[in-house]
């Protein structure tokens, strides 16, 4: 039987700049979570880390590093390159194939009471993306779903 127990955990993970690393990416979150028992918060995780992770590839430079970490009733996600660009939110029009990452990153902060800061290397040009989110409770997700008749 498995545990309902949430397990804290943090694992880190490193990537080429490969295109596949977005993919790679959103696997080894699927499997990590998972394992700790909060499944349901996948598919968030993943949208969040295939972002970034795409977004360092993109824009960055060096490997790609990812760290995920659960802690309580949170989640932290981390993607860390060695370019010295930072995250700029662009407004895409319809006709553009790209630039609505961040602000996806952002309508689901919004909506899991989150967060999403840069926190720059102290040497080099390196910086660390970090987005958390909060997990619900799994007793008050319960008892929210039974007031709406789910």
């Known amino acids: 039987m ?18 596949t690393a ?4 959103r696997e080894h979150t ?13 598919e968030v995780a993943q949208v969040i880390i ?14 790609v590093e990812t760290r995920i970490c ?6 932290h996600i981390e993607v860390h390159d060695d370019g010295p660009g930072r995250p ?13 990452g961040l602000t996806v990153i952002d309508g689901l902060l919004q909506l899991y009471g ?15 993306v970090c987005a958390s ?3 619900p409770d799994r007793k008050s997700t319960r008892l929210n779903s039974s007031h709406l008749g789910i």
């Open 50 to 63: 295939s972002e970034l992770v795409t977004n360092a590839i993109r824009h960055g430079a060096g490997p």
């Open 2 to 19: 498995p545990s309902t127990a949430m397990r804290e955990g943090s694992v880190s993970c490193r990537y080429s700049r490969a295109l």
């Open 88 to 100: 700029v939110r662009r407004y895409a029009t319809a006709d553009d194939e790209s630039g609505r």
């Open 114 to 128: 989150g967060s999403l800061i840069v926190v720059n290397d102290e040497t080099g040009d390196g910086k660390t």
């Open 22 to 25: 977005p993919r790679d990416a």
């Open 133 to 135: 989110i909060r997990l």
């Open 70 to 75: 659960h802690e309580g009733h949170y989640l």
């Open 30 to 42: 699927r499997k990590t979570l998972c394992s700790w028992g909060i499944e349901a918060h996948v």
